[in-house]
């Protein structure tokens, strides 16, 4: 059998502010950005891995959410309790250097890890944890 990973979600709430972070400061290609049932179908990804999508989309897009439920998911955004993506880069502290001169919300200075990566972290303007790993040289 051989699988692979297609497409991941991230829960935003401004798909204008997603995509300006998303493209702008963190590199990645829009691959889609259409309007779709009332809704919008937003996917960026890495250059380097074209076969994979990030969809950017509302936190209930469910459209079988209830009221509550939406509101629930909103909340949980807003505090930044979804979860994010972790990201590899061949340069952890450069790309740290990069995306805090383009005011990116720092979580997590580069440190390295007793689980062998060097990493940071930080937060997109819905409030999603983007972490960056370096494996370290062994």
């Not at 469910?62 to 998911?73: G, V």
């Not at 505090?79 to 005011?103: P, Y």
Request: charged share 25%; proline share 7%.
């Amino acid at each position: 059998m051989d699988i692979k990973l297609s497409q991941c979600f991230i829960a935003v709430d401004d798909h204008d502010e997603a995509l300006a972070f998303h493209r702008d400061v963190l590199g990645l290609e829009v691959h889609d950005d259409v309007g779709f049932e009332g809704m919008r179908w937003v996917t960026v990804g890495a250059p380097s891995q074209p076969g994979v999508d990030i969809v950017l989309e509302p936190p209930a897009a469910d459209p079988n959410a209830s009221p509550a439920d939406r509101r629930a998911m909103a909340e949980l955004l807003a505090k930044g309790m979804l979860r994010g993506v972790i990201f590899s880069t061949e340069d952890c502290d450069a790309t740290f250097e990069r995306l805090s001169a383009a005011g990116g919300e720092v979580l997590q200075e580069p440190v390295d890890q007793p689980y062998g990566v060097r990493d940071c972290a930080f937060r997109d303007p819905a409030g999603n944890m983007l972490r960056f790993v370096q494996p370290r040289a062994r």
